[in-house]
């Protein structure tokens, strides 16, 4: 449709008016072979008509077939540029003069994406390291790649459950505050417990929309306190699975082709190609997508307090020298130690306005805190305000110099099985042939 100014409409309050409409319906009396219709009609007309004593078999009198009602909409021809295809039925994308063609995933003159998922179950009795996919399709690009494994692997499984309570609590804080999240409102249920190391995801997406549908909602690009073209590292989080009891790692990937960027050639040899090269995760070549499988962010942190009477001054690994704090709830009961907030591992989510939170007024007080983190002995000195990606001793050992991200650490996905969902725009049509999804076995 025509995209024209509001102020040019008729009557710009109402551009439609509904018109309802009912009438009684009369119909002459018939006179046909069927001696029952016609007697029918005769003792129906005598019922109806205003004079019935009058009313013969044979008489042109009317009979009432009752009321017919109906809405109609009525609007100007100007006005008519002005409407979206907001009527729909099977195979028909709008009604009458404002019908339009039908395109892949736009319904009710609104554009939505699509996705599907698989199971890579190849072999499940060994455990595999997952590389690449292969698309065999045309040249519509997917717009990312998610992938999920259980992670019992991981050095930092042994602390899935603390990392998961610490992730939606710090949803349920940022969405207190502004942002639109989606997160476990049952997360209380999850009782925190204090491992030898601490571990968290950076770079967390916190820009997922919360839609009434899941297909709905995407992970969108945060700008915030790293560079513009971290888009192109991975964001992991921690989802639960209650009736299985059971801790599962999404990981999600924004698909960027190195043909996004301005300038590459194949041949590039310069700071642009070189850009190119290791900020991109995918390309187009021979009629198939080639993607590489970015591995898992994670960094790590020691929460207890070194002991001056144990050799380098290591920290003493019981729960008392923890550098978590003891919590009380509403009615002053002791409820135990419990995990602080790491606010400066990931970008700040966005608010409704499109603005980071707390831009135009950084601090934060115990009003900013959401009741349900109240309830359980939250305050501001709950918020642990170091950056995990610099410097942190890990049991009395210094892992590098300030801001070289030592404790950062990138592991691959890898298990007996993985699930994978991409995701499209919606905005082409994508002809998808197969995938191949490329692993290694893994023999440690």
């Known amino acids: ?86 009527f729909w039925k099977h195979g028909q994308a709008g009604l009458m003069d404002i019908a339009d063609k039908i395109y892949p995933a736009y319904w009710f003159g609104e554009q939505h994406p699509f996705e599907f998922e698989f199971v890579v179950a190849d072999n499940p009795s060994m455990h595999k390291i997952f590389t690449n996919l292969q698309i065999v399709s045309n040249k519509v690009k997917p717009d990312s790649f998610h992938f999920e494994v259980i992670g019992d692997v991981y050095d930092f499984a042994p602390d899935k459950k603390n990392m998961y ?18 997160y476990n409102r049952n997360f209380l249920e999850t009782q925190p417990e204090h491992n030898k190391v601490s571990a968290d995801f950076p770079h967390k997406y916190y820009a997922r929309q919360d839609t009434f549908n899941e297909i709905y909602d995407s992970y969108k690009q945060c700008v915030g306190l790293v560079n513009k073209d971290y888009d192109h590292l991975t964001g992991s989080e921690i989802v639960y699975y209650p009736t299985r009891n059971e801790y599962a790692v999404w990981t999600h990937q924004k698909a960027v ?76 009961t002791d409820i135990g130690k419990f995990p602080k907030l790491p606010v400066l591992n990931s970008p700040l989510p966005y608010d409704d306005n499109n603005v980071p939170l707390f831009t135009d007024n950084p601090s934060v007080t115990d009003d900013n805190i959401p009741k349900d983190l109240q309830a359980i002995g939250y305050t501001i000195d709950d918020f642990d305000t170091d950056s995990w990606l610099d410097d942190i001793d890990i049991h009395g050992y210094s892992w590098g110099g300030t801001g070289t991200n030592a404790n950062r650490e990138e592991v691959p996905i890898r298990d007996k099985f993985v699930k994978v969902r991409i995701r499209y725009t919606g905005k082409d049509l994508a002809l998808i042939d197969f995938i191949n999804t490329i692993y290694q076995l893994s023999y440690a």
């Open 165 to 182: 309570f610490r992730q939606e609590a710090m949803k349920v804080f940022y969405q207190y505050n502004g942002a639109d999240l989606i």
């Open 1 to 86: 449709m025509l995209d024209r100014d509001a102020g040019e409409m008729v009557n710009p309050e109402h551009i439609v008016r509904l018109l309802n409409i009912r009438a009684e319906i009369y119909a002459k009396n018939l006179s046909t072979d069927n001696e029952t219709l016609d007697e029918h009609f005769y003792n129906y007309a005598k019922q109806n008509s205003n004079t019935p004593s009058e009313i013969a078999k044979d008489s042109s009198g009317w009979v009432s077939c009752g009321y017919y009602e109906s809405v109609v909409a009525v609007i100007t021809r100007w006005n008519m540029q002005f409407l979206s295809t907001d």
């Open 257 to 332: 082709s190195v043909d996004d960027f301005d300038g590459y050639k194949q041949d590039d040899d310069g700071w642009e190609g070189a850009r190119a090269l290791i900020a991109s995760n995918c390309k187009y070549l021979e009629d198939r997508w080639h993607v590489v499988i970015n591995p898992i962010v994670v960094c790590y942190k020691n929460e207890y307090n070194p002991i001056d009477n144990i050799a380098g001054n290591a920290a003493s690994l019981v729960p008392s020298n923890s550098t978590w704090l003891e919590h009380t709830d509403l009615t002053g």
